[in-house]
């Protein structure tokens, strides 16, 4: 099992609807989860980080985390055309040797919103 | 705050030569990381550095690669020798710690290997 997994897509929905991004990941102990937006050329830049189960909402996005079932996922409501990009999840897993970083990127969804 | 800052952003190479990676991270920002990003592998942490010294180096792919940081401000990445296998975009990172553990990317150097 790989330690995050994503859909890799491509996704498409039609402009003005929700898109759905899921993640899981291996590791029950991991603490901090992130949703990083990255254009076509461009770097991932970030849209949401989440800690505590539950939703966490930032306008268009919210972020929902279950950490029972090791899975977090990232609702996009009112989707844009401009939101077409790739969506990495990334995973700060418990660290190696106990301490540090251990930062794990899924492969990403590519979301296409049609006009 | 500029941001994250990479030199240079193309570097067009022969197969053999030596390539030097360079990033400045956020001033203040005590963690800074090297990813390598490809179509077939995604993006991969290479090394990264917690108050300019190296804490994981584990997915540095072979010895051609090495990366320091001789201050808060500049890192590098250099191969020697490079190879066309080693054709990707890199980015490097810088995150501030304390509070929450969010990274921030630069804009990434895209480097072939000819």
């Known amino acids: 099992q790989k330690e995050v997994e994503q859909n890799s897509g491509p996704l498409s929905v039609p402009e003005g609807a929700i898109a759905s991004l899921n993640c899981t990941y291996s590791d029950r102990g991991s603490q901090s989860f992130f949703w990083y937006r990255q254009y076509s050329g461009k770097s991932p830049e970030l849209i949401m980080f989440i800690y505590s189960n539950g939703d966490k909402e930032d306008g268009r996005f919210t972020a929902q985390l279950n950490k029972a079932s090791q899975y977090v996922s990232l609702l996009i409501r009112d989707s844009q055309p401009s939101d077409s990009a790739t969506y990495l999840c990334?995973?700060?897993?418990?660290?190696?040797?106990?301490?540090?970083?251990?930062?794990?990127f899924g492969p990403g969804t590519r979301l296409s919103v049609l006009p | 705050d500029a941001g994250v800052i990479q030199s240079p952003r193309h570097e067009v190479t022969e197969m053999g030569q030596e390539v030097t990676l360079r990033c400045k991270p956020i001033?203040?920002?005590?963690?800074l990381f090297w990813y390598r990003q490809t179509m077939m592998r995604g993006l991969e942490l290479l090394i990264y550095?917690?108050?300019?010294?190296?804490?994981?180096d584990s997915g540095m792919p072979e010895d051609r690669f090495s990366a320091k940081m001789p201050n808060a401000s500049f890192s590098t990445l250099k191969i020697q020798p490079s190879e066309p296998r080693d054709s990707a975009v890199y980015f490097c990172a810088s995150l501030e710690g304390g509070v929450t553990d969010t990274q921030y990317f630069g804009p990434g150097t895209r480097l072939t290997v000819l």
């Open positions: 550095f917690n108050n300019n010294v190296p804490i994981d």
């Open positions: 990334a995973v700060n897993l418990p660290p190696r040797d106990n301490y540090g970083q251990n930062f794990v």
């Open positions: 001033s203040g920002h005590n963690s």
